[in-house]
């Protein structure tokens, strides 16, 4: 009785643990069913490198190039005003602050990650497009930069609490040599404690980019929603993201449009799962250092 | 005199982990601090460089001169003394950089050197290590690499490369094998001449073989404090005889 018991907690178990697997895998499979389809009236180069998006013209064109840039576009703003930003937060929770507030600011950094990205839309369009405008004198402040300071605020409690981890992980020991050669606090982090972190920080990137480039809402109401080839941060641009969101309602279901669309969802899933990859060889390189440490 | 310590009085919160501790060391001397775990000889020994003041509720009262200077002197900068006073760890602890950049370190945040200067104070110090002809063409290798023996030797380069006059070591023979410890030991030797050295050990064989003075810690206090080769053949105190004798620790 009691063995029958055990038999089926293990194989419960195992199912549960199995299904996220199969779910993945039964999405990938679906995903290429929809979007493959397309290949068969598309060209794929003509696909992946054209630099037109016109889908319910006479005849379409399927370029998504542009969607690609804007996405690269957004992301990379988003990293480069989220990663200094995050460092910087990351070394004063683990280094400098107080015993005291260091829960307190964890826990709020945390909540960052808790408000809805279809808030942070309002935010964007109430307060930060209009405020763009005036400073760069734009015609709209609906531009890949507005998008990048959302998702900047919205990729940070991901990098925040992964880079502290990693600086946290670093053994005590390379911080008490760096001090006992005469070096100050400041100068202990940025030689010893930052580098030895590397592989954590950069785990920290790779999830941020992850997390940005996958984000739909917020950069749909706040982006401009414009495919054009974006030459600056400063212009209108479409993601890959916000361009399956807004046309799907509107694809008919069968036609090159609606496959198209799929096919999108493939080129995401493909990058999400490459960042993953990478994040996951920096993550698992900074454990490697954590078990040095014992 | 380089070291002279007046009833030095330490405390970890509540607990008094140092008990008037009155010691002199000698320059271009190697001086050994023995006595059984938890006796106060590390805490003692990182009194020397204020590293104790890293950990949070200390407390420190009496005076140490060190070269002349009390180093408890609420104004002493820190920066310059542990500059002056370098300190070898139990367990090596290389930066987990190059072996060049390890060295480096200190004379960059000193500013002491760069270019072809900051060079020569690599080699020097690689040499002063008896680490120059293995690691010369291997400067840029990781430092975590080497073995535990040159990973050791490279921590004590790394402070002489700073100019320090004072090494404190703390056990720093306990992670390696004993032919590493003898050829470690052989440097010290070579060390002193230019350095004075307080060592912290386990061993009391190791304080026999390469001190000349030695001083026993039990409980905080230390007990007795000589020239080595009275202190393991002629202790005057009871309860020294007892421990170099293995009836405890």
């Known amino acids: 009785m009691k063995n029958l018991f055990e038999f089926i907690v293990e194989k419960a178990i195992f199912l549960s643990g199995a299904a996220s697997i199969i779910f993945v895998v039964l999405i990938f499979i679906f995903l290429l069913k929809e979007g493959l389809a397309l290949f068969g009236e598309v060209n794929f180069f003509a696909f992946l490198f054209g630099q037109n998006w016109y889908p319910i013209s006479d005849p379409p064109q399927f370029g998504i190039l542009p969607l690609i840039m804007g996405s690269v576009f957004v992301t990379f703003g988003a990293i480069v005003i989220a990663v200094p930003l995050g460092l910087a937060a990351a070394i004063y929770i683990s280094e400098v602050a107080p015993h005291s507030i260091r829960g307190f600011l964890k826990s709020g950094i945390e909540l960052l990650a808790a408000i809805p990205s279809i808030v942070l839309g309002f935010i964007g369009i109430i307060f930060l497009a209009p405020l763009l405008k005036n400073i760069f004198h734009l015609g709209s402040g609906l531009t890949a930069l507005a998008g990048s300071i959302m998702l900047a605020f919205m990729a940070l409690p991901t990098i925040v609490s992964i880079i502290e981890d990693a600086i946290v992980s670093v053994p005590r020991s390379y911080k008490e040599g760096a001090l006992a050669l005469g070096a100050t606090h400041w100068q202990a982090i940025y030689r010893v404690t930052i580098p030895a972190a590397a592989s954590g920080i950069l785990a920290a990137v790779m999830l941020g980019i992850g997390r940005v480039v996958g984000e739909t809402m917020a950069v749909l109401m706040i982006t401009g929603n414009a495919a054009i080839m974006p030459t600056s941060l400063l212009q209108p641009v479409r993601t890959l993201t916000a361009t399956v969101a807004a046309e799907m309602g509107e694809a008919v279901s069968g036609s090159s449009h609606y496959y198209s669309l799929f096919a999108i969802g493939i080129v995401l899933f493909i990058i999400s799962f490459i960042i993953n990859i990478f994040a996951d060889i920096f993550l698992h390189r900074s454990k490697a250092m954590k078990r040095r440490k014992k | ?249």
């Open chain 2, 1 to 249: 005199m380089i070291v002279k310590v007046n009833k030095l009085d330490f405390y970890y919160g509540k607990f008094q982990a140092l008990i008037d501790v009155n010691l002199e060391a000698k320059k271009n001397e190697i001086t050994a601090l023995i006595g059984p775990s938890g006796c106060g000889k590390s805490t003692f020994l990182r009194c020397l460089n204020r590293m104790n003041d890293l950990i949070e509720g200390t407390r420190t009262t009496g005076e140490i001169f060190v070269e002349g200077e009390n180093i408890l002197d609420p104004n002493t900068d820190l920066v310059k003394l542990r500059k002056k006073v370098g300190m070898v760890f139990q367990r090596p602890n290389p930066f987990p950089l190059s072996v060049f950049e390890n060295i480096a370190f200190g004379p960059r945040v000193h500013h002491l050197a760069k270019g072809k200067e900051l060079e020569e104070i690599v080699r020097q110090s690689l040499e002063a290590v008896l680490l120059w002809d293995k690691l010369k063409d291997q400067l840029s290798r990781n430092a975590l690499t080497l073995s535990l023996e040159a990973q050791q030797r490279l921590c004590i380069a790394r402070l002489i490369a700073v100019k320090p006059d004072i090494l404190l070591m703390d056990e720093p023979c306990s992670a390696l094998d004993p032919v590493s410890t003898q050829r470690v030991e052989e440097l010290m030797q070579i060390l002193k001449q230019d350095y004075s050295i307080l060592i912290v050990t386990h061993n009391m064989q190791q304080a026999a073989r390469v001190s000349g003075f030695t001083g026993f810690f039990l409980l905080g206090k230390l007990i007795e404090f000589d020239i080595t080769g009275r202190i393991f053949t002629a202790p005057r105190d009871r309860r020294t005889e007892d421990y170099i004798t293995g009836r405890y620790g």
